[in-house]
């Protein structure tokens, strides 16, 4: 919104660094930063009067979760809350990229609201049914690939560009709308699970978004594009804006979400925060980088439908429990060990994603 004050610029003003994405980008993260550290402490006690018995606690779990009963759920209504009022505030309205990631984190993070409130509601952990849930974040997930295959320049338009590989693409034509659904709804699933301990979802989050937001930078300027041989999506810098705002509102949750957490991030939050990544990746054409970058997230998923088709078919258990997290917690390993060891996981795969823009 605010950068229509460049437009009372006459060059070299104050008013011209509202032009630059990367200014805007700073300031959008100051914003939902100072955002989440106002607004944290009176959503928690308020979340925690609401619930009254908090979000409720698996049964079958580890042992060590049973004392964190009692705590308030849907802390992702903190980050979703700095997030678009930051963005808005801060990004280009007529940018079309901005608005399909931005519904796609709304719209994931109602389905995530419905589900926890009937948690709380009703003190279970089933919510709404998976089968509403993937309907739901289907249609959502549709919408945005059609909206992305319609704004992609036409030479890029329902194609699949290949890391590491110059110039290659592979013409998916119509089948990239169900490709990028899978994309947009298995991240969001993906970081859904791995949210099961203090602080461990947020932080790999925060990498992966910031990793995106370099690409969709750099993939949005034809300079860049052209020196590092990637290919150029005009208008996708912008998504910069939005990704400050992500890791600005996360780092403000996340002062709350430290062990022990006084709050939980909830589906509210990471159902949203993995669509955010899922549809990044989606309208930047780096949907299998976000597989590197976003590889803790992949491993998390991979484990829990290894665990379950391997009971199915034979009765016994890959691995002490799923998703691998709860595997380790049954080794032996303490939360914050294993929370801290996932984050550095998370760092190298970032870097590793990251470093395929210059490899061609």
């Not at 606690?57 to 009692?70: Q, T, V």
């Not at 099961?196 to 937001?213: E, F, K, R, S």
Request: a positive charge; hydrophobic letters at 55%; glycine letters at 12%.
């Amino acid at each position: 919104m605010l950068y229509w004050l460049s437009h009372l610029s006459e060059g070299g003003d104050f008013f011209n660094l509202f032009r630059y994405i990367t200014f805007r980008a700073g300031a959008s993260f100051f914003t939902a930063l100072f955002f989440g550290f106002m607004f944290g402490r009176p959503l928690i006690e308020y979340l925690r009067r609401v619930q009254k018995k908090g979000q409720p606690i698996r049964d079958d779990g580890p042992e060590s979760h049973l004392a964190k009963a009692g705590t308030p759920t849907m802390g992702g209504l903190l980050i979703l809350s700095a997030l678009l009022f930051s963005t808005l505030l801060w990004a280009r309205w007529d940018n079309g990229y901005v608005w399909i990631v931005l519904l796609v984190t709304a719209g994931f993070s109602a389905i995530g609201f419905a589900d926890d409130y009937a948690k709380v509601s009703k003190q279970n952990t089933k919510g709404v049914s998976s089968r509403t849930r993937m309907a739901l974040g289907l249609g959502i997930a549709f919408l945005a690939s059609v909206a992305a295959m319609l704004l992609h320049p036409a030479e890029l338009s329902g194609q699949l560009a290949l890391p590491i590989f110059k110039d290659t693409l592979v013409n998916l034509s119509l089948l990239f709308i169900p490709f990028a659904m899978v994309v947009i709804v298995g991240s969001a699933n993906a970081v859904n699970l791995t949210d099961g301990l203090d602080g461990l979802a947020i932080m790999p989050v925060m990498i992966a978004a910031g990793t995106l937001g370099v690409i969709a930078y750099t993939v949005g300027r034809v300079d860049f594009t052209d020196y590092l041989g990637v290919h150029h999506v005009p208008g996708t810098g912008e998504i910069l804006v939005f990704v400050a705002a992500l890791i600005g509102g996360g780092l403000g949750f996340l002062w709350y979400n430290a062990p022990p957490a006084a709050v939980f991030m909830g589906d509210t939050g990471s159902l949203a925060l993995g669509g955010a990544l899922g549809a990044i990746a989606v309208v930047t054409k780096h949907e299998i980088v976000l597989a590197i970058v976003g590889g803790l997230f992949v491993v998390e998923a991979l484990s829990v439908i290894i665990q379950v088709l391997y009971f199915k078919r034979t009765g016994k258990r890959v691995f002490l429990m799923a998703p691998i997290h709860h595997h380790f917690e049954k080794k032996g390993w303490g939360e914050a060990q294993i929370v801290i060891r996932f984050w550095i996981i998370a760092l190298i795969l970032a870097l590793i994603g990251l470093a395929t823009l210059k490899l061609r």
